[in-house]
């Protein structure tokens, strides 16, 4: 069983910036591939954007790619999202997740965070 807390989140201006971190307990992230998924009032929960295991491969949602920044610590057993120039359309809740294997879709994911609120204000 893995754990996932998420902290970070916040009311920004747009175009500010905010970093996000995932913190697990329980097992080793090393084995996991990691994702950060959102979902904004009245939406399906949709991809964000996802590492490997090592942090050798990283993926993009089009709609952050040039903003976000993911990345991961084995060491600390943490992952993490650099969030710079965000927009109204950002504002959602942010979840962390942990996969097997990499993946854009929310179903190959098996351990999520509770979330944590990430508000753009224009």
């Known amino acids: 069983q893995v754990h996932l807390v998420e902290s970070g989140g916040g009311l920004v201006q747009a175009g500010g910036s905010l970093r996000l971190s995932c913190g697990a307990s329980?097992?080793?992230?090393?084995?996991?591939?990691m994702g950060w998924f959102r979902q904004a009032p009245g939406k399906e929960r949709e991809f964000v954007a996802a590492?490997?295991?090592?942090?050798?491969?990283?993926t993009y949602a089009d709609s952050v790619k040039g903003r976000f920044i993911i990345s991961r610590d084995n060491n600390k057993n943490m992952q993490y999202l650099q969030m710079n120039s965000l927009k109204p359309e950002d504002t959602a809740v942010y979840y962390c997740a942990a996969s097997p294997r990499g993946s854009m879709s929310k179903d190959d994911y098996n351990y999520w965070g509770q979330g944590t609120q990430v508000t753009v204000s224009s």
């Open positions: 329980g097992r080793t992230l090393s084995s996991y591939a």
């Open positions: 590492i490997s295991w090592n942090g050798g491969r990283t």
